[in-house]
């Protein structure tokens, strides 16, 4: 746990150095979208990698919370901070409320993923229909700026608050490592039934881990709102949300601490890149970013986090 620690805070420190040092709008944007995805991604680690519970439905919970921040401000004048809690509540409520549905009727594996998918496209049918979501229009928060309205000037600002929430993960993961919950967990996601019988309730483990998991996740959601002022269905329940969580964490490394950094960082790196390289030729940086992923996932199944682990473990040998 101490290591971990000292990780943590080593990684705050990177991130301090980055709004503080960095004056660059294109660099701090970077360093902002890239904190963004890693979010995402140990959103979905914490259910995913740790529990075992795949899912291919994530963007409900970060859809949740996008709404809730937007519409808390827009037609309940509550302040943006109050509405994050708001978001971040609501996001975990839904959590609970999907998991409680899906795993007292034993849904797991591509059941629980199917399913997780099936409440994304219900949520988006609903923002669609319903008038306070703004239907298909959307909604688009009036730009105020100011930190009390968490809108800052600069992107310095926004690099704080999500790297904040990345840490915030890391701190609950690395309990989770630790704590009686993830070895619950991940017992659970080992042989559940094995766990049963030495007295764990899967139910109850597998619903903390989802409200966890879906508490992150409605952050980054109402993160979303407040930088780029606009949410519709489409945003905000799509599969593109869902996609970029799990495959930030599948290439990282599943039911690490770092992978989901890794991995994010990777991507984004990757996707800017075959962007700024290829972006001319229409489709051609798409092919390259989808090929790249492929091979990772084909030849590095433990993902970036397995081959730093095992580059140590060569190393250590070698001492």
Request: net charge positive; glycine share 12%.
């Amino acid at each position: 746990m101490k290591r971990d620690l000292l990780g943590i805070a080593a990684f705050a420190l990177v991130v301090l150095a980055c709004a503080t040092l960095l004056k660059s709008g294109v660099w701090l944007n970077f360093v902002m979208m890239a904190l963004y995805a890693t979010l995402l991604a140990q959103s979905w680690n914490i259910l995913g990698g740790f529990g075992g519970q795949f899912s291919f439905g994530h963007a409900v919970f970060f859809g949740t919370g996008a709404y809730v921040q937007a519409i808390a401000q827009l037609s309940g004048g509550i302040n943006a901070w109050l509405a994050l809690g708001l978001a971040i509540l609501a996001a975990a409520a839904v959590g609970v409320a999907v998991a409680s549905l899906s795993f007292r009727y034993g849904l797991k594996g591509s059941y629980f993923a199917l399913v997780t998918l099936a409440f994304a496209e219900v949520f988006r049918i609903g923002a669609l229909s319903l008038p306070f979501t703004g239907g298909g229009v959307g909604l688009m928060v009036p730009l105020r700026e100011s930190a009390l309205n968490l809108q800052f000037v600069n992107r310095q600002g926004y690099v704080l608050l999500i790297g904040g929430f990345v840490v915030l993960a890391l701190l609950v993961t690395a309990w989770l490592r630790h704590s009686r919950l993830g070895a619950r967990l991940m017992a659970v996601r080992d042989n559940e039934d094995a766990a049963r019988a030495v007295g764990v309730n899967p139910l109850t483990v597998k619903t903390s881990a989802a409200a966890l998991s879906a508490a992150f996740m409605g952050a980054a959601g109402a993160f979303y709102v407040q930088v780029f002022q606009y949410i519709d269905p489409a945003i905000a329940f799509g599969p593109a949300v869902s996609v970029e969580a799990l495959v930030g964490a599948i290439v990282g490394g599943m039911g690490t601490l770092w992978g989901p950094v890794l991995g994010a960082l990777a991507l984004h790196l990757l996707a800017d890149l075959t962007r700024n390289l290829f972006g001319q030729l229409p489709g051609l940086n798409m092919v390259i970013y989808g090929s790249v992923l492929v091979l990772i996932v084909m030849f590095v199944p433990r993902g970036l986090a397995g081959i730093a682990q095992s580059l140590r473990q060569r190393w250590g040998r070698r001492d």
